[in-house]
Each structure stands twice: as structure tokens, then as C-alpha cells.
């Protein structure tokens, strides 16, 4: 279960990057620059609701990266925290009591990255 701060976890993930685009450039490119925003981007569904997709799956796949960047870009999407929390339990309805450990996180992760 997560043991850092949302914001330690964010920091890690900035730090580290550079080194994973110097070792598959393409790949990160390819990540970074086009998949990532092409599918997350306002469509039929919303930005909000494709981040709270996203949101549950990180949970379910128990991904702390995941779940901070989620939780921020759930918030920046306008998301409440009861969409978050409603997401949770969805999260946790298919990945059971793993699903709900890493879920108790992104309230915390919520509480700190809203302010």
C-alpha cells in the first residue's frame, strides 16, 4: 500500500521520467505526446469522466504513479470528491478488498491535492 505523500509521489514520477525518455525516447514520445492526451481528451465522454475511468483502473491495477497523477487530473477536470469516493466503490466492487487498501489513498491523495 502506498506509503508516500501524493505530492512525494508526483515529484518521483517527474524526477524519473527524463531517465525512461532517454532510455525509449519513441516510446515516451509516443506515450507522452500522443496516447496519453489523445485518449483522455473531451469527446462523446467528458475529460472528467475518461479521469475517473482512468481513476478506477489505477486503483483496480493497484498503480500509486496512477492513482496521484489520476487524482490530480480528476481534480483538474473539476471532479468532486464525491465522484472520486463513488469511483472508489466502483474500483472496489471489482477488485475487492486490494481495490479498496489502495482506494483509502486517493481520499487522502484528494485532501492533499485539493488546496
Avoid at 500500500?1 to 524526477?15: G, P, T
Avoid at 500522443?34 to 483496480?60: F, N
Avoid at 498503480?63 to 477536470?77: G, N, Q, R
Amino acid at each position: 500500500v502506498v506509503s508516500k505523500s501524493a505530492m512525494e509521489i508526483l515529484k518521483d514520477l517527474q524526477a524519473n521520467m527524463p531517465a525512461l525518455a532517454k532510455a525509449i525516447p519513441q516510446v515516451a514520445d509516443d506515450f507522452l505526446k500522443h496516447l496519453l492526451p489523445d485518449a483522455l481528451k473531451e469527446g462523446v465522454v467528458s475529460s472528467k469522466h475518461k479521469e475517473l475511468i482512468a481513476l478506477g483502473i489505477s486503483i483496480y491495477a493497484r498503480c500509486d504513479y496512477c492513482i496521484a497523477i489520476h487524482v490530480k487530473k480528476c481534480l483538474e477536470a473539476g471532479a468532486t470528491k464525491e465522484e472520486i469516493a463513488e469511483t472508489c466503490g466502483v474500483a472496489i466492487l471489482m477488485g475487492g478488498g486490494p481495490a479498496a487498501t489502495y482506494a483509502s489513498f486517493v481520499l487522502k491523495a484528494v485532501d492533499e491535492l485539493e488546496g
